[in-house]
């Protein structure tokens, strides 16, 4: 392991894991459970089941990002019924996985609910995009932390306006975010502050998330993340010893409810002898 220290940090991480970068979900996989983090990006174990709770946010991210590509491409607000059908055409991704489904939850619930979502979405102030969308799932990428490979982001809206670049992230979630959530979470946005910063060109760059509640009535609100230089190289520092321990071979099971709930890799974890 100590040749890898010597190495570039693009090609260690190519050693490990195939890839040549390093993602914030791969970061936050690391800081939930690390083994999980090994079976996943070290090993690539197939993932033969996944939670409902993964697809249906893809599938929502994936009806969003129709909508906002209908209004880049300067069309008018699209219907509903193509957002609809983005949800479906998603879950048709998972056909081959074995989706597992919470507590009194099943297709059809989680089909109500995206039409619920979908349709508050439609009607609500998100759908008036109020500046030049520059990109939906955009990628980019930068050496932002010495020592570290690339960091890779993908930003789901990135719309610009005469005096700033905003940033926008979609989360869906069981219950609305509370200040503390929203803190927690800023890290992302933050690092994603960073790279995005070349496009701003000394306009200001705003951060927000976008979180979707999955309740009876859904509701979708925006949270700034300030701006808040301490805090994004903290989170560098924070990545680093992260990349520090994935170089070490610092693998090891955190097992919890929460954790373990919706992980694919339950059996290789009962099965790993340390
Ligand atoms: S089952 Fe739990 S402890 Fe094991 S890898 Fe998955 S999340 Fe980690």
């Known amino acids: 392991m ?3 220290f010597e190495s570039l940090p693009g090609d260690v991480a190519v050693e490990l894991t195939g890839r040549d970068y390093l993602s914030y979900s791969a970061v936050t996989t690391y800081q939930s459970c690390p083994l999980r983090y090994y079976f996943r990006y070290v090993l690539g174990l197939p993932e033969e089941t996944v939670s409902s709770a993964l697809v249906f946010g893809s599938a929502i991210h994936a009806a969003l990002e129709r909508f906002y590509r209908e209004r880049m491409q300067g069309n008018s607000n699209p219907p509903l019924d193509l957002l609809q059908e983005a949800y479906q055409m998603a879950w048709r991704r998972f056909d081959d996985r074995e989706i597992r489904f919470g507590k009194e939850e099943d297709q059809a619930s989680l089909d109500n609910m995206a039409n619920r979502i979908l349709t508050t979405f439609h009607g609500s102030e998100l759908a008036c995009t109020p500046g030049r969308i520059l990109g939906i799932e955009e990628e980019f990428r930068g050496e932002l ?10 930003v789901d809206l990135l719309i610009e306006t005469p005096d700033a670049l905003v940033v926008t992230d979609f989360k869906t979630s069981r219950s609305r975010w509370n200040p503390e959530h929203v803190d927690e979470s800023a890290g992302q946005l933050l690092l994603y502050h960073d790279l995005v910063r070349p496009l701003a060109e000394g306009r200001s760059i705003r951060l927000e ?14 949270h700034a993340v300030n701006f808040d230089r301490q805090r994004i190289e903290r989170t560098k520092r924070i990545v680093k010893r992260v990349w520090t321990a994935i170089q070490s071979g610092l693998f090891y099971p955190v097992p919890s409810a929460m954790n373990c709930g919706g992980c694919p890799f339950r059996k290789p974890c009962r099965d790993w002898t340390g």
């Open 209 to 222: 998330f976008v979180v979707v509640t999955k309740t009876k009535i859904p509701d979708l609100t925006r």
């Open 2 to 4: 100590d040749l890898l």
């Open 145 to 154: 932390i010495p020592g570290c490979p690339d960091i890779l982001a993908r």
